[in-house]
């Protein structure tokens, strides 16, 4: 009896909910950018 070779099935990726880096540091700086900005107008 022969058994077809094993092959490992693709693990789907896991659908996390964390924020690249990049996502977080626009969070962080775009507000903080405009508030300068605001207070410098004046």
């Given at each position: 009896?022969?058994?077809?070779?094993?092959?490992?099935?693709?693990?789907?990726?896991?659908?996390?909910?964390?924020m690249?880096?990049?996502?977080?540091?626009?969070?962080?700086?775009?507000?903080a950018?405009?508030a300068?900005?605001?207070l410098?107008?004046?």
């Amino acid at each position: 009896m022969r058994y077809p070779v094993y092959r490992a099935a693709p693990r789907p990726r896991p659908a996390s909910r964390t924020m690249s880096p990049l996502t977080f540091v626009l969070l962080v700086t775009v507000p903080a950018v405009v508030a300068v900005a605001a207070l410098r107008a004046r």
